[in-house]
């Protein structure tokens, strides 16, 4: 329980100094905002929807990292507390009248009140397989596509995807899977070679699907050649932009997908953890690049939202560490 105080004091004392800093500063605190609370949402998602796969298709990674996703679905409580401020500027940041906030926050609470519901039922039980986790994937995969049009979409009203849902969802998908690589990353107990194997397929996989949805919206919107459109890449393809462009390319993509290669590295804890902190880092950057060139945003935005991930991530990992210790203290109890 010390790593769980610990992680919340520490998570607290950098969300309130990105609070003073956002609020002192001249830079825009509710985009930066967005993109720390986007990049915790998305690895809570992915690990809920990691569960759900899992409890369809089955497969000894699942029971390598069972206790860690079931833990995930402590991280909806402190996350449904932290949307609070994104309501409160959801006028601004979408350009929202008074009477369309109340809906967007509507929506926005009941996207998370969902998702924190399916993930309490599904992860009850770590060691066993949810027997109703097909329709509940349906679910999750309807919901990170009305979050992926409602939340992200909606900053550039001129701009329309349908692969957007996809990017969502393979961002979840991604950045779930790193996370717990980079838990993992002292070993895992003795007997697991064939799951660790298993998890550096799918995570290989993963590193895969993400690199053909972003390459494919970007061919279609190439080969369309809308102004409209077009604009949306044009932003994040200009100045400072074009540097995140490819740092994003080469870490989340490049770089895991080369190393993934080898079926030696793949089952290798310690380097699915490196791979996993280069995801994640490329992750933050993923979702700065996603949400602020659409609100005019910067450098200072982008350094404020690094601050704010890590002041959500004390938070959110408090909240998963109790989770982990509940799961451990309810087992030894039952043994």
Known sequence: MKGVWGASC????????????????AVDLASAYLVALCFWIQVSGGCLALSLIWGVGGGRWGQLFAKEMAASRWTWLPLLALLVPVLLWSGALYGLEDSEVWGWGARSVAYLGVLAVLAWVAGRRADARWRWSGPGLVVVALVFSLIAVDWMMSLTPHFH????????FSDSMLG???????????????????????????LFAAVFFWGYIAVSQWIIVWSADLPSEARWYLDRTSGAWLGVTLAVALLRFALPFALLLSASLKRSARTSAWVGGLVLLSQFMAAGWMVLPSLEGGAGEFGLALLL????????????????WAQTRKEAGAS
Do not use: H, N
Request: overall charge positive; hydrophobic content about 55%.
């Open 161 to 168: 995807s349908s692969i957007f849902p996809f990017i969502w």
């Open 176 to 202: 779930a899977l790193a996370w717990l690589a980079f838990w993992r990353m002292g070993g895992d107990p003795q007997g697991s070679e064939v799951a660790r194997y298993q998890f550096g397929k799918l």
């Open 10 to 25: 520490f998570g607290f004392m950098f969300l309130v100094l990105g609070t003073v800093i956002g609020l002192l500063g």
């Open 309 to 324: 991930a890590i002041g959500m991530g004390g938070i959110w990992s408090c909240a998963w560490l109790y989770g982990r």
